[in-house]
């Protein structure tokens, strides 16, 4: 790995955040084809059931740079597919245009990929190095690894809570968020395919768990009964393709996902306000590391993944 395939991988990994809204349930995945040290051709993955990033790429490179695409390298985030799906093998089409040399962020874990798309690149004679940036690769798309690793949705524990550690005032609502910080809840639930809350809560607050500050769609609603237990909800959460899930409480709820070890990030909105009494927030777990920070109005996001 050099210093340039590290920075072809970087503009990869910025093409394929434009898919962020659009890809879905697909990953998002950028390729870049680079010849005589420039760039010759990119793209990304637009849209679900549309041509892949490495489709995209070819496509835009110009006619009279097509002369360079054997002696290119091409740059991809993510394995290129070996299977017909909606489109064709990326890796038969990588192979058809003869390219020098093939940079792959990550492998795939999708079942029929893993490593497949490599091994026909490789087949076909063309030397394919694995891995760079593999960690960055993997991250863009941690929902759909965590979807197809461990057959559930990516889960992230959302709550507010006062200076304090309280979630509520009596067990009646407080307002916890500012205006500016709803709106970012309102866009964390356009980029998530499912959200949930415990009966209590949807009992006594009736939260609509919908994006009316923010563009998108709203997030499919779950509540979590006896009727409707965790195991159950994720279950149906695979069944139904929906990739990822956010847990917004209350406490009874976020403990019992934590006690079964069932997240990944953990988002934390502290208020500067202090209550005297009410529902606790439950405990940041031991295995969780904060990864970022921000500061709103007063407020304080943190951000939390596993150890």
Wanted: with cysteine.
């Amino acid at each position: 790995m050099t210093k340039e395939d590290e920075k072809y991988m970087r503009r990869c990994l910025q093409l394929a955040a434009c898919g962020r809204m659009l890809s879905r349930p697909n990953p998002m995945v950028g390729a870049v084809i680079v010849a005589r040290g420039r760039i010759i051709g990119e793209g990304y993955h637009v849209r679900c059931g549309e041509g892949h990033a490495e489709v995209n790429a070819f496509a835009s490179v110009s006619d009279a740079d097509k002369k360079l695409l054997r002696e290119a390298t091409i740059y991809v985030s993510l394995e290129p597919c070996a299977h017909y799906g909606k489109t064709p093998p990326c890796a038969d089409l990588i192979v058809s245009k003869q390219v020098a040399r093939v940079v792959v962020g990550c492998q795939d874990p999708f079942a029929k990929v893993q490593g497949r798309g490599i091994g026909k690149i490789r087949e076909a004679g063309i030397p394919v190095e694995v891995g760079v940036l593999e960690a960055e690769c993997q991250w863009i798309n941690r929902r759909f690894f965590t979807f197809h690793r461990h057959h559930r949705p990516y889960i992230i524990l959302k709550w507010a809570q006062s200076s304090n550690g309280f979630i509520d005032d009596r067990q009646h609502p407080a307002a916890l968020s500012t205006p500016f910080t709803q709106m970012l809840v309102h866009q964390l639930r356009a980029t998530e395919d499912a959200i949930l809350v415990g009966r209590v809560t949807d009992e006594r607050e009736h939260p609509q768990l919908s994006v009316r500050h923010w563009s998108g769609p709203s997030p499919v609603k779950f509540v979590l009964s006896r009727e409707h237990p965790v195991e159950e909800i994720l279950r149906e959460c695979y069944e139904r393709n929906l990739q990822s899930l956010i847990v917004e409480g209350g406490a009874q709820t976020h403990r019992a996902f934590l006690d079964a070890d069932l997240w990944d990030e953990l988002r934390v909105e502290t208020s500067p306000m202090e209550i005297t009494d009410g529902t606790r927030a439950v405990a940041i777990p031991a295995n969780a590391v904060m990864t970022g920070e921000q500061r709103y109005d007063g407020n304080i996001i943190r951000h939390y993944t596993k150890a």
